[in-house]
């Protein structure tokens, strides 16, 4: 690998101005990179070369594939509604090494363990890299510098932001969705493989050259509703089946039996009733984990016994955010994933259970996204520092182990708090440094722990509101500290100079790198 | 000692352990110190466990050994209780590893504090330790009886002694549930010196057990001077012990309380133990009256259905109308609907505080007679009412600011 060209950005950290051979630019700081010129442009296509019978639909995928002109080097995308259930992309893989393309870009907007099966192309050059996601077995496979390419981690919004600007043009969109009909409209409400909305999906509809919409549900023109509009759709295929059913529900979708989650957000949920966040009209942000939806549970209960609606709830949809819906306590879902069948169930019913796309809540180059709009967001970390950075990509051993998902684009919240353990099996959580920033510490405003509670010192409010409070409240060094006098002070995880990926900002510059982990 | 064996085995590995370690020695003729380190936190650890081992390895004069380590992030005091365990198998050693006790480990206990909620923690489990002290029981009890396997004994000793000294418990009382005599008396050699505030014994039904334990314990204190008093808790767990309940309940100063176990209870009854209890009320009430008697807390056995919340509630709320003061934890959950049932209601707060109230007045004019409007107040009811409010204070029902 040639020798990049490094320079330190606004946070202080050592990065590339260039990754696989094209020029990026460095983060600048919160709101400091401004941007010019114009959207980029896919090509005018004319209904007159696409069936006038509205019929789009070929025999298989690799026919699909074939006909969109897959050839080598090209950037293909998928999405990640099916989660860990996910069969399109192995299958779509599958398909380019029979025809012997190399060199693939693979742009998911996430990969689960299920995508261990893409290792083998990774290994024999048929997938170049990944700009996505990278857990488990792939992450470790990256962290190995196993991957011919430099990986590139996104947000939600920023993967949206990255088509829209022209950063990343996706030749070929492979959209999986629970029902379509031969036109290429779809959605993702109906069928076997329901899995609520689209939203993922919506840049790669709009922007890539070629789109293909696969379903193991095809109805009769229209499918509606239309979450993707068949006017952008090159060829339909049908097939027996996308996803595993019971592996598309998310594993993480229930609340935490652990006693030690409970009551991190048992503390998370008192601080915001004594802070006063929790208050008529007001908004939150709930994610999919054991620990937030259990936030969720106690919001409920506090907001039940003081008679408190909330305005809109956001986040990936799931039974207990239904509940509050139905029984009147949230006016409206904003859901941006929805994560059960409850969820599904309640988007296609209630005009209150509302779909949005990364574009709509995450965007940063548009001109405006509700991120901002939101009370308070409950969020995860695997590691964040006395200056409040936060990573949620690898693990203090250097390990790619997460995506960043919608995580980045939430910090832009009113209130950010991070409920997280002081130390993950001798792991520390809180530490000096973290090992790659996703999240710089200005956003953060209060990492509440099982040991104490720690307010970024910018929230003056936050502090005072609390003073007087038998709330445990810490210096976030406090619980550093703690963590190093439990653990032990940990090693530094050992890297070499090999960049196996970067981590993007939100607007498109770059916060910082992985290195390749020593073994 | 019989014959010596080269080969040992301590804790335990596998994909679901948490931090806890597995263990193997073999002692070799020449070689040196080979360590074969597997943890998940090599890169942020392999140095310092190495260097531990190295420490233990140097403390009990081995020099040629084998040492095969699989650590899925066990913290030091477990670490060097999992290889103290193995060399003990392999070595004549009389003597102990023991870990430095963190400044956080000393505080003492009193005799009547309060004991609503006590949470056991299996002796033999890092893990449910770590954290045991931040859900905030009144009390912690390492248990080395029931929930440590026959074989796994020995290691449990060595565990609970290193967690006494290195894990922080938050201020909870510090207490260990012993093994039946005479295992119990052999336990105490491995608790005592480390600042152990209750020590439970299990199926008490005699005064001599009682003896026994006090014996031992005197012993040990003197022998390591400690200055701090250790109480006992005797458990109630037979038919005969509840018979002699009283007996047991006056045989020591240093007994605090006395709990019931109505597990064995009922297994010993010949009936089938019920979430209402009804099978016990005798015993149960016969305790209480046992222990009112000689002075002493009574406490009610634990709970066992995790998952029923609502079934717990109105177990405590039974168990403090028969005059219980407290309840054992199998779960870290159980403790806050335990504190929110044995602590005092808003009206009997209201009540004490009108009650006070009107103690204060009389006693600032001076006044023989305390009254509330026409009704005059017995001192026993003052009393009473003082003690409703120390406690609504320390709980936090009411503002902390105690007149004296």
Request: with cysteine; charged share 25%.
């Amino acid at each position: 690998m040639p020798k990049t060209k490094l320079t330190k950005n606004a946070a202080g950290r050592s990065v590339p101005l260039e990754i696989n051979g094209r020029p990026v630019i460095p983060y600048k700081g919160v709101g400091k990179h401004n941007v010019a010129g114009v959207k980029y442009g896919p090509k005018i296509y004319t209904c007159k070369d696409f069936p006038s019978d509205g019929n789009k639909c070929v025999a298989t995928l690799k026919e699909a594939l074939k006909n969109a002109g897959l050839k080598d080097g090209m950037t293909v995308s998928t999405h990640h509604h099916f989660r860990n259930g996910d069969m399109l992309a192995n299958q779509l893989f599958d398909i380019a090494k029979e025809m012997g393309v190399k060199d693939l870009r693979w742009f998911p907007s996430a990969s689960f363990p299920c995508h261990e099966h893409l290792i083998q192309y990774l290994e024999d050059g048929t997938i170049h890299h990944i700009e996505g996601s990278m857990n488990g077995a792939l992450g470790r496979f990256a962290s190995q510098g196993k991957m011919k390419g430099t990986g590139v981690l996104r947000s939600h919004g920023g993967r949206y932001q990255a088509v829209q600007d022209g950063e990343v043009e996706i030749d070929i969109a492979v959209i999986g969705a629970a029902c379509a009909d031969p036109f290429g409209n779809a959605n993702g409400l109906y069928g076997d493989s329901a899995t609520g909305l689209l939203g993922f999906a919506l840049a790669d509809s709009q922007y890539a050259d070629k789109v293909i919409i696969v379903t193991d549900n095809m109805v009769s023109f229209p499918c509606v509703p239309w979450q993707i509009q068949g006017n952008y759709v090159d060829y339909t295929v049908e097939v027996d089946k996308l996803g595993d059913p019971e592996k598309i529900i998310s594993g993480t979708t229930r609340i935490t039996k652990s006693p030690d989650r409970l009551l991190l957000a048992e503390m998370t949920a008192k601080f915001c009733d004594e802070t006063g966040i929790i208050h008529n009209g007001f908004s939150f942000q709930s994610g999919a984990g054991g620990t937030s939806l259990a936030v969720g549970e106690y919001f409920k209960k506090i907001m039940q016994e003081k008679g408190i609606k909330a305005r809109f709830a956001r986040g990936g949809s799931n039974k207990y955010l239904v509940s509050m819906l139905e029984e009147g306590l949230v006016d409206y879902i904003l859901d941006g994933q929805t994560f059960d069948l409850e969820g599904v169930r309640s988007m296609a019913e209630n005009p209150g259970h509302v779909c949005t796309s990364p574009f709509t809540s995450y965007n940063y180059h548009g001109k405006g996204n509700f991120a901002g709009m939101v009370d308070v967001a409950i969020l995860g970390a695997t590691e964040v520092d006395v200056n409040f950075n936060a990573n949620v990509v690898t693990h203090s051993d250097g390990y790619l182990l997460h995506g960043i998902g919608g995580w980045q684009n939430c910090l832009f919240s009113k209130t950010v708090i991070l409920p997280i353990p002081l130390f993950r099996d001798r792991i520390p959580v809180v530490v000096d440094e973290v090992t790659t920033l996703c999240g710089p510490g200005e956003l953060i405003d209060v990492i509440v722990t099982e040991r104490g509670i720690a307010i970024n010192p910018l929230r003056t409010d936050l502090l005072e509101k609390l003073e007087g409070s038998d709330l445990p409240v810490k210096t976030i060094t406090e619980l550093k500290d703690e963590a190093e006098k439990i653990c032990g002070k940990p090693e530094k995880a050992h890297f070499d100079d090999q960049i196996i990926a970067v981590v993007k900002w939100v607007d498109g510059t770059v916060l910082d790198v992985v290195r390749r982990v020593k073994e | 000692m019989g014959q010596q064996q080269n080969i040992a085995e301590a804790g335990i590995a596998g994909p679901k352990v948490r931090s806890d370690c597995y263990v193997k020695l073999e002692l070799t003729e020449k070689g040196g110190i080979r360590i074969d380190l597997d943890s998940k936190v090599k890169s942020l650890y392999g140095s310092s466990i190495e260097r531990l081992c190295r420490n233990v390895f140097e403390f009990f004069g081995i020099d040629n050994v084998k040492l095969t380590l699989k650590d899925s992030g066990a913290l030091p005091f477990t670490i060097s209780a999992r290889l103290e365990a193995a060399v003990r198998q392999i070595s004549d050693t009389g003597k102990e590893f023991i870990p430095d006790m963190t400044d956080e480990n000393k505080y003492p206990s009193v005799r009547d504090r309060f004991r609503f909620s006590r949470l056991y923690l299996p002796g033999n489990n890092p893990k449910m330790m770590l954290n045991a002290g931040v859900h905030n029981p009144d009390g912690i009890i390492l248990d080395l009886e029931d929930s440590v396997a026959p074989a796994k004994k020995m290691e449990a000793r060595l565990l609970v002694r290193n967690a006494l000294r290195q894990v922080n418990f938050y201020g909870s009382e510090r207490m260990v549930r012993i093994n039946q005599l005479p295992d119990g008396l052999e336990d105490l050699k491995y608790i005592i010196p480390h600042n152990v505030h209750v020590v439970l014994i299990p199926k008490c039904e005699n005064v001599s057990q009682i003896k026994q334990v006090e014996k031992e314990i005197g012993n040990l204190i003197n022998k390591h001077e400690i200055r701090q008093e250790v109480f006992l808790m005797p458990i109630i767990e037979t038919a005969l012990g509840v018979e002699k309940a009283f007996e047991i309940a006056s045989a020591s100063e240093t007994i605090v309380a006395l709990a019931i176990g109505l597990e064995d209870l009922t297994a010993d009854l010949g009936v089938i133990r019920t979430n209402e209890a009804t099978e016990t009320l005798y015993a149960r009430t016969r305790l209480v009256n046992a222990c009112k008697a000689a002075g002493i807390q009574a406490i009610d056995s634990v709970f066992s259905d995790v998952g029923d919340m609502e079934g717990l509630r109105q177990n405590v709320i039974i168990s403090k109308s028969l005059g219980f003061e407290g309840m054992g934890c199998i779960h870290p959950r159980q403790i806050s609907i335990i504190h929110e049932c044995f602590a005092p209601s808003k009206e009997e707060i209201e009540k004490a505080q009108i009650i006070m109230d009107a103690f204060y007045t009389a006693r600032e004019k001076g006044l023989g007679v305390i009254a509330i409007g026409s009704k005059m107040i017995d001192l026993p009811v003052v009393k009473r009412a003082e003690k409703t409010v120390n406690l609504a204070v320390k709980l936090g029902l009411m503002p902390g600011t105690l007149k004296d």
